[in-house]
């Protein structure tokens, strides 16, 4: 079946500091990809869309400079968490549809835990 | 704004018994439905989904869905219970009268513990 793999698995970084995050389609195309927060007990919270050679689009109350996406190409797209405070510790996932148009079947990363010391 | 219900944090069940894992949703229009489990270290997979046709929609590893519109819910269940599926499951859901394609609201996830 579809993969998509998400890089580092974890991280731990200073305040201040910048941090990417990478999550590949690595058998399939994804013009769109999916970036999720989640919180403890809380649902999986969208945050933006990443759209393959355009500007992602933001959800609200989602700060774009803070959370930079880039989707280079058709099966990579990256996610950083720009000058990483405390409060934006938290796990991070990303996900790709298979078929495009309805996201009837989604695929995950594995999830990034990031902790800003 | 559609939105999504998960009303157990937790649900215990004894191995061998049916479960079942409760989901309401709120949306403007006919939703889109969907039920995703989450192992440990593992990311999110699908498990099955309602988009029209029969209200009892059947997936993966055994596990059913049923489509109830007039109490808008979508409660998963599972007629034999394994020590396996002990998860965390999420429901999601999709407005399809939103303008913007592809969005996707999750509940906040409900932890199935299998009791052997």
């Known amino acids: 079946g579809a993969v998509v793999s998400q890089h580092p698995s974890w991280v731990i970084c200073k305040s201040g500091t910048s941090v990417k995050i990478e999550c590949r389609s690595l058998d399939f195309q994804a013009t769109t990809m999916f970036w999720y927060r989640q919180f403890p007990k809380q649902s999986l919270m969208l945050m933006a869309t990443?759209?393959?050679?355009?500007?992602?689009?933001?959800e609200q109350g989602v700060e774009k400079d803070k959370f930079l996406i880039n989707h280079a190409s058709l099966t990579l797209s990256t996610l950083t968490v720009t000058s990483a405070h405390p409060e934006d510790s938290s796990f991070y996932i990303c996900?790709?549809?298979?078929?495009?148009?309805?996201?009837?079947?989604?695929?995950f990363g594995s999830g990034t835990q990031l902790s800003v010391l | 704004a559609q939105s999504v219900a998960q009303p157990e944090d937790q649900v215990n069940v004894a191995e061998g018994n049916p479960l079942t894992v409760k989901c309401t949703y709120s949306v403007s229009g006919n939703p889109y439905l969907f039920w995703y489990v989450q192992y440990p270290n593992r990311g999110l997979q699908f498990l099955l989904k309602y988009i029209t046709g029969d209200n009892l929609v059947k997936g993966s590893y055994g596990f059913e869905a049923e489509f109830n519109k007039s109490q808008t819910s979508f409660h998963l269940k599972k007629p034999s219970a394994l020590v396996s599926d002990s998860a965390l499951y999420f429901c999601a859901v999709r407005d399809t009268t939103m303008n913007r394609d592809d969005k996707i609201i999750f509940g906040k996830g409900t932890r199935l513990h299998i009791l052997p």
């Open positions: 996900s790709a549809p298979l078929v495009k148009g309805v996201n009837e079947k989604l695929f």
């Open positions: 990443s759209n393959e050679g355009s500007k992602a689009t933001y």
